[in-house]
């Protein structure tokens, strides 16, 4: 038997804004961790996100089993970043209300 090494590249890359994207779409590493952590299988997830390839849904998952600790910081970070933004996001924006003044507009006839 002959042994031959070869070498594949796990299909992931970091976008400009810092997010790990899957496989050249716009599926994310967090996406698809979340559906394995939820006790999806590889097969499941490749359906549920068709632009993603099985052999790469088990690449990504394979990573992540390797590398636990490193993507669960990602992850953390992730989670921690989008907090942030939502604070802003409700700061910036004042939802109280908003249902009385959208029934208030649709009655005046105001789009």
């Known amino acids: 038997m002959i042994a031959t090494a070869f070498t594949e590249t796990i299909p992931l890359k970091m976008n400009k804004d810092g997010v790990i994207l899957v496989s050249k779409t716009r599926v994310t590493l967090d996406t698809i961790i979340a559906a394995f952590s939820e006790g999806a299988s590889a097969e499941e997830i490749s359906y549920q996100y068709p632009s993603v390839p099985l052999g790469d ?20 970070r992730r989670e921690k970043l989008a907090q942030e933004v939502r604070r802003q996001n409700e700061e910036k924006s004042n939802a109280s209300g908003i ?10 006839g105001k789009r």
């Open 99 to 108: 249902r009385e003044r959208l029934l208030a507009r649709q009655k005046n």
């Open 57 to 76: 849904v088990y690449f990504v998952i394979g990573y992540y089993l390797r590398k636990k600790k490193q993507v669960d910081a990602y992850l953390k």
